[in-house]
Nanobody, 115 residues
């Protein structure tokens, strides 16, 4: 089992910034992928960004150039720096940890961007 605890969501004006954090604990395999997904009201959950334990990153086109994902392997923590936020970024953001067949989710943190 892997437990994920997210923090850092909140309310921000358009153009502002927020930083999300997600700390993983439990049975952590050395090779894993940590990432962020989001779900807006009435929409399906969608991929935002991911980073491997080796540091390779991947982003959704909608956030490229605005969001940066990073991680601290010593603390099993992943971060999402969100800049130039837009109202359409409003969603519940979920942390994800996966390795092989194992896949775990955090409880989600609300991000609201006002226009």
């Amino acid at each position: 089992q892997v437990q994920l605890v997210e923090s850092g969501g909140g309310l921000v004006q358009a153009g502002g910034s927020l930083r999300l954090s997600c700390a993983a604990s439990g049975s952590i395999f050395s090779f894993n992928v940590m990432g962020w997904y989001r779900q807006a009201p009435g929409k399906q959950r969608e991929f935002v960004a991911a980073i491997t334990s080796g540091g390779s990153t991947n982003y959704a086109d909608s956030v490229k150039g605005r969001f940066t994902i990073s991680r601290d392997n010593a603390w099993n923590t992943v971060y999402l720096q969100m800049n130039s936020l837009k109202p359409e970024d409003t969603a519940v953001y979920y942390c994800n940890w996966r390795s092989g067949v194992y896949n775990f989710w955090g409880q989600g943190t609300q991000v609201t961007v006002s226009s």
